[in-house]
Structure formats: C-alpha cells, structure tokens
T-cell receptor, first 117, second 111 residues
Framework: GAVVSQHPSWVICKSGTSVKIECRSL??????MFWYRQFPKQSLMLMAT?????????EQGVEKDKFLINHASLTLSTLTVTSAHPEDSSFYIC?????????????FGPGTRLTVL | QKEVEQNSGPLSVPEGAIASLNCTYS??????FFWYRQYSGKSPELIMS????GDKEDGRFTAQLNKASQYVSLLIRDSQPSDSATYLC???????????FGDGTTLTVKP
C-alpha cells in the first residue's frame, strides 16, 4: 500500500511558539492531502483539504490564519500551528490520496502528537 | 442526522467469533466506501474499500455494501484479540474530494 510519513512524531513546545508538521507521500504523488485533528477518545476532525499548488480549503470553525497549510509539491504538505496554546495540544494526522489507480483511497500518516505547555 | 453513522459500541465478542460492524450514510450519491482500523494512540489504517453492491472479501474481513439501503458493513471472522480497535467507516461522494468519517465503533475481542 501507499506510504505516508509525518515528521515529527511528537513535539513539545512552549505557549506562543509556532510548530511545523511535515507530511510526505513516499511512494506516490499525492494530488490531495488532508489534515485532521483528534482529541483523546474523540473522532477524527477534518481541518482542511489541500490540493497541490492551490490554497487549502478549511472546514468551518478552523482558523486559517492559525493553522497554515502549504502543499507546494505532490509529495509534501506542511501544517504550521502558529502561536500555539495549550488547547491546541492534540494528535494531528495527515492523509493523502493520489490520482493513480488507488485514487479513491486515503492513506494516513502515523500522526504527530503536539503538546503545548 | 449525521452523514455517516456507526453504532457507537463498544462491541465485545469472544475470540473466534464473528464481529459485525455497521454503518449507514445519508448521501445517495456516495460512490466509495472504506473501513479503517485505528488502534489506541495510532492513526487510522485502511483495511477495506468497496465500490459496488455486494460482498468483498479479503482474508478474515468481508465488506458488504447495499446502496439501495445506504448501508455498509464489515464482518470480521475468527476474531482475534489483536482485532481489538476502533473501526471507522468512511464514505466518499465523488472521485475527488474528502471522505466523511463516522465516529467509529470500538471492538473488544476477549480471549
């Protein structure tokens, strides 16, 4: 199956700092990438959808100026949490889909656990 | 009404039994259907995809789709303790675009 990586796998930062999370598709070209957030024992919450070379489409209630998404290439998308606060502590997961044979399927990265002190 | 609904569970079955997980969706235009498994603290892993009515089997897993009833299910035969996880149903409306996920059903397989 397709492989998606995320970096870092976990990060601890101080309140007010910014954190960048990278999502890479390793063996396919990801025309679309998705960013999710998941709080403990809760369901996945889609934050935004990004297509390569285009601005991300944010879900209702997600602050686009706080969660900056860049999808500059077919294999890399980044999520930057700006001026992070303790309430931003969560499990951030990216997923990617391609225009290839498995274009309907979304493949998830392993996730990044963010803790804001 | 949620777009994708799953039994919240938890569902508990003994080892070796069949686990049945159900999912209904609201949009009749949905074309693609997926089951993901998510272990605690981990990200979801795709285990089955199904696009046409009927059954699709892969090892111990069988996905069943009934578009007329807007219903998709996942059967796990010979359940193992390692199958204990949360199972997410996802539905995709069109070829391109996001999938809508259900809240998941937590399955526990007891030895």
């Amino acid at each position: 199956g397709a492989v998606v990586s995320q970096h870092p796998s976990w990060v601890i930062c101080k309140s007010g700092t910014s954190v960048k999370i990278e999502c890479r598709s390793l063996d396919f070209q990801a025309t679309t990438m998705f960013w999710y957030r998941q709080f403990p024992k809760q369901s996945l919450m889609l934050m935004a959808t990004s297509n390569e070379g285009s601005k991300a489409t944010y879900e209702q209630g997600v602050e686009k100026d706080k969660f900056l998404i860049n999808h500059a290439s077919l294999t890399l998308s980044t999520l930057t949490v700006t001026s992070a606060h303790p309430e931003d502590s969560s499990f951030y997961i990216c997923s990617a889909s391609s225009a290839g044979p498995s274009y309907n399927e979304q493949f998830f990265g392993p996730g990044t656990r963010l803790t804001v002190l | 009404q949620k777009e994708v609904e799953q039994n919240s569970g938890p569902l508990s079955v003994p080892e070796g039994a069949i686990a049945s997980l159900n999912c209904t969706y609201s949009d009749r235009g949905s074309q693609s259907f997926f089951w993901y498994r998510q272990y605690s603290g981990k990200s979801p892993e795709l285990i089955m995809s199904i696009y046409s009515n009927g059954d699709k089997e892969d090892g111990r897993f069988t996905a069943q789709l009934n578009k007329a009833s807007q219903y998709v299910s996942l059967l796990i035969r010979d359940s193992q303790p390692s199958d204990s996880a949360t199972y997410l149903c996802a539905v995709r409306l069109s070829d391109a675009g996001k999938s809508t996920f259900g809240d998941g059903t937590t399955l526990t397989v007891k030895p």
